[in-house]
C-alpha cells in the first residue's frame, strides 16, 4: 500500500520534470550539421531570427558559412520586414532578398505601400517578388488576415510587379491549390514561379513541375507524417528543386519545436538526398546551382 502511494506521489512530480524538460529543448537551438558545401538558403527570414542590425546578420552569416551555407535569400512578409529585408541585403554580401505582402497582410496593398514595394523590388540586391500568394487557413481564425477575396486582388497585382520588373515570383500557398493555381494561369506566370515550402500533395507537384514551376522544399519534408510531400520531393526534376529553411520556423527532424536558423539547412538537404536516392553532395550542388540560377545571383 505505502509503494503504491508513493509511486502515486513521485508521478506528477516525473511529469513536470519532463515537461520541463521539453520545454527547454525547445529552445535550444539544434547543433552544428557535418558541414554540406554549396548550399545556399533559398528563404529563410533573417530579421525573424534576430538579424535586425548588420552585426547580428554577419553572425547568422558566419554560422551558416561554416557548415556549407554560402548564400541566403531572407524574405519579407510585410512592408516593416520588407525594409528589414533589403537592409540586411546591404548590410552583408552574402544576404540577398524578397519583398512583398504575405497573404495575411494582403490589405496592407495601397497605392503608398505598391509605390515602396515597387521601388524596393527594382533594388539591386531584391531578386524576388515574395512571399505572395494565397492562404486559406487564417481567415475566420485571425481577425488580423485578409480575406480570400482581397487575397486574390493583392496576389494578382504580385504577379503583375514580377512580370513587370523581370524577377521571380515566390509564392506562398497554404491550403488554396486550385485557386492559386488558377489565378497564375488565368494573369500568366512570370518567367520564374518558386513554390515555397512547397506542401501540395504529388499530384499538385506535378501540376507544378508541368508548368516549369520550381518547387522549394523546406523541413517539413522530414516530418513523421509527410508521406506524401516525400513523394512530391521525388518527382520534382533535378532542375525544379530548391531547399530552405523558412527559419525560424519548420526545423527539421528530430529538431522540430527549436529554433531554426539558416546553419540548419544541411539537416533538409540531407533529407531530401534520401528520399531520391542521391548523394547528399550531389544535392548541396544541384540546389545550389538552382538557386544561383533562379535568383541571378553570383557564385559566392
Given at each position: 500500500?505505502?509503494?503504491?502511494?508513493?509511486?502515486?506521489?513521485?508521478?506528477?512530480?516525473?511529469?513536470?520534470?519532463?515537461?520541463?524538460?521539453?520545454?527547454?529543448?525547445?529552445?535550444?537551438?539544434?547543433?552544428?550539421?557535418?558541414?554540406?558545401?554549396?548550399?545556399?538558403?533559398?528563404?529563410?527570414?533573417?530579421?525573424?531570427?534576430?538579424?535586425?542590425?548588420?552585426?547580428?546578420?554577419?553572425?547568422?552569416?558566419?554560422?551558416?558559412?561554416?557548415?556549407?551555407?554560402d548564400q541566403v535569400v531572407t524574405v519579407a512578409d510585410d512592408m516593416v520586414d520588407a525594409r528589414w529585408a533589403?537592409?540586411?541585403?546591404?548590410?552583408?554580401?552574402?544576404?540577398?532578398?524578397?519583398?512583398?505582402?504575405?497573404?495575411?497582410?494582403?490589405?496592407?496593398?495601397?497605392?503608398?505601400?505598391?509605390?515602396?514595394?515597387?521601388?524596393?523590388?527594382?533594388?539591386?540586391?531584391?531578386?524576388?517578388?515574395?512571399?505572395?500568394?494565397?492562404?486559406?487557413?487564417?481567415?475566420?481564425?485571425?481577425?488580423?488576415?485578409?480575406?480570400?477575396?482581397?487575397?486574390?486582388?493583392?496576389?494578382?497585382?504580385?504577379?503583375?510587379?514580377?512580370?513587370r520588373v523581370g524577377k521571380p515570383l515566390m509564392i506562398h500557398n497554404r491550403e488554396a491549390d486550385r485557386d492559386?493555381?488558377?489565378?497564375?494561369?488565368?494573369?500568366?506566370?512570370?518567367?520564374?514561379?518558386?513554390?515555397?515550402?512547397?506542401?501540395?500533395?504529388?499530384?499538385?507537384?506535378?501540376?507544378?513541375?508541368?508548368?516549369?514551376?520550381?518547387?522549394?522544399?523546406?523541413?517539413?519534408?522530414?516530418?513523421?507524417?509527410?508521406?506524401?510531400?516525400?513523394?512530391?520531393a521525388e518527382l520534382v526534376p533535378d532542375e525544379q528543386i530548391l531547399v530552405e529553411t523558412d527559419a525560424p520556423?519548420?526545423?527539421?527532424?528530430?529538431?522540430?519545436?527549436?529554433?531554426?536558423?539558416?546553419?540548419?539547412?544541411?539537416?533538409?538537404?540531407?533529407?531530401?538526398?534520401?528520399?531520391?536516392?542521391?548523394?547528399?553532395?550531389?544535392?548541396?550542388?544541384?540546389?545550389?546551382?538552382?538557386?544561383?540560377?533562379?535568383?541571378?545571383?553570383?557564385?559566392?
Amino acid at each position: 500500500m505505502s509503494d503504491a502511494s508513493d509511486a502515486s506521489a513521485d508521478a506528477p512530480a516525473e511529469t513536470l520534470s519532463n515537461k520541463a524538460a521539453k520545454k527547454r529543448r525547445r529552445r535550444e537551438p539544434p547543433p552544428d550539421p557535418t558541414p554540406l558545401p554549396g548550399l545556399v538558403d533559398a528563404h529563410t527570414h533573417l530579421a525573424a531570427c534576430g538579424g535586425r542590425d548588420a552585426e547580428s546578420v554577419r553572425a547568422i552569416l558566419g554560422h551558416a558559412q561554416a557548415v556549407g551555407v554560402d548564400q541566403v535569400v531572407t524574405v519579407a512578409d510585410d512592408m516593416v520586414d520588407a525594409r528589414w529585408a533589403v537592409a540586411a541585403a546591404e548590410w552583408d554580401h552574402r544576404v540577398y532578398a524578397a519583398v512583398a505582402l504575405h497573404p495575411m497582410h494582403a490589405g496592407d496593398l495601397d497605392d503608398e505601400t505598391a509605390a515602396e514595394l515597387e521601388q524596393m523590388v527594382r533594388h539591386p540586391r531584391v531578386v524576388a517578388v515574395g512571399e505572395t500568394g494565397l492562404d486559406y487557413y487564417w481567415p475566420g481564425k485571425s481577425d488580423d488576415c485578409a480575406s480570400p477575396e482581397v487575397q486574390h486582388e493583392t496576389f494578382r497585382w504580385h504577379i503583375d510587379l514580377a512580370k513587370r520588373v523581370g524577377k521571380p515570383l515566390m509564392i506562398h500557398n497554404r491550403e488554396a491549390d486550385r485557386d492559386l493555381l488558377d489565378i497564375l494561369a488565368a494573369e500568366g506566370a512570370p518567367e520564374t514561379v518558386i513554390m515555397h515550402c512547397f506542401s501540395g500533395d504529388r499530384n499538385v507537384a506535378r501540376e507544378c513541375v508541368d508548368r516549369g514551376y520550381i518547387l522549394s522544399f523546406a523541413g517539413t519534408v522530414s516530418f513523421a507524417n509527410a508521406d506524401e510531400l516525400r513523394v512530391a520531393a521525388e518527382l520534382v526534376p533535378d532542375e525544379q528543386i530548391l531547399v530552405e529553411t523558412d527559419a525560424p520556423f519548420l526545423t527539421p527532424h528530430p529538431y522540430r519545436g527549436q529554433p531554426n536558423q539558416s546553419y540548419c539547412l544541411p539537416y533538409t538537404a540531407r533529407a531530401i538526398a534520401e528520399v531520391r536516392g542521391v548523394s547528399e553532395e550531389e544535392i548541396a550542388r544541384l540546389s545550389g546551382a538552382n538557386a544561383r540560377r533562379a535568383y541571378n545571383i553570383p557564385l559566392p
